[in-house]
């Protein structure tokens, strides 16, 4: 299993330390999203367990319990006996929560109540289908959470894909050429691809990164969102702003010699 650190999954350290800065905040509402097997539910309990402090209230309702973690006042949905998200979280504001991690919003009901928590004082974190980070706030806006308590909620949303990892035993150094890069220029004189061996059963590839956009919810984007903005408007400020693109943190990795052109190609949504 990965170490539930930041620190270990890929993050760029700007990005470490936008999402660090945002853990740090008294209350607001902080999304990951990406599609099934993108890393998220990895990501989620990494950023919660930034959270633990003893003087914190953290509480988990998941579907199921993924991780059993020392600090954490963890809850398994039982939809059954009628422990869903909504009931759970209703239950969970009665007990004065600092922290608040909500393992998927599947519906508008969960989706209020995460709203509702993050304006009245807590910290809410929880998960998102969507190919990027600027088309949560569109998704939140299309089950029906209306704009005007998105705008002062929302303190950030971070998209992100799995990719697999170079073997470094066999990984093979190349020059880089515009005309098979699609005219992407490289920071590094060689990048790696791969080539296959013992150590890594013949693919080229040993364990996975997180390849994220970060998008922290500053005024401009706050602005976007009380016009009712798209997905394409907000992600343009945001790379106005700053934001590097799931595609552009996996070309980092590329020259890191961390991964693949190929592989970023693969996962990534805006090539």
């Known amino acids: 299993a990965v170490p539930l650190e930041l620190t270990n999954l890929g993050f760029d350290p700007k990005q470490i330390e936008i999402i660090r800065k945002c853990l740090a905040m008294p209350y607001g509402l902080f999304y990951i999203t990406g599609p099934t097997g993108s890393g998220k539910s990895t990501s989620l309990y990494a950023a919660v367990c930034e959270s633990i402090d003893p003087k914190k209230n953290v509480l988990t309702v998941e579907d199921p319990v993924e991780y059993k973690i020392e600090g954490l006042n963890q809850v398994a949905v039982k939809s059954d006996i009628g422990l869903t998200y909504a009931t759970t979280l209703k239950a969970f504001l009665r007990q ?8 998927e919003t599947r519906d508008l009901e969960t989706a209020s109540i995460c709203v509702r928590a993050a304006l009245t004082g807590h910290f809410v974190l929880s998960t998102l289908h969507t190919n990027d980070a600027a088309s949560a706030i569109t998704r939140l806006m299309d089950i029906g959470v209306p ?39 490289f920071k590094s004189d060689l990048i790696y691809q791969a080539k296959g061996c013992d150590e890594c059963n013949g693919t080229g590839y040993k364990g996975r990164v997180v390849i994220a956009e ?4 500053n005024d401009s984007i706050r602005s ?48």
Do not use: W
């Open 147 to 185: 704009n005007y308590l998105l705008t002062p909620s929302l303190v950030l949303l971070q998209a992100q894909r799995l990719a697999r990892k170079l073997c470094p035993k066999c990984k093979e150094p190349y020059e880089p050429t515009p005309d098979r890069h699609g005219g992407i220029e």
């Open 224 to 271: 976007l969102i009380s016009r009712n903005a798209t997905a394409g408007e907000i992600k343009d400020q945001a790379r106005k702003d700053g934001m590097a693109t799931i595609f552009e943190s996996g070309i980092r990795l590329v020259n890191e010699g961390i991964t693949s052109f190929d592989e970023v190609c693969r996962v990534s949504v805006d090539f």
């Open 214 to 217: 970060v998008l922290p919810i």
């Open 96 to 103: 004065d929560p600092d922290v608040i991690m909500v393992g």
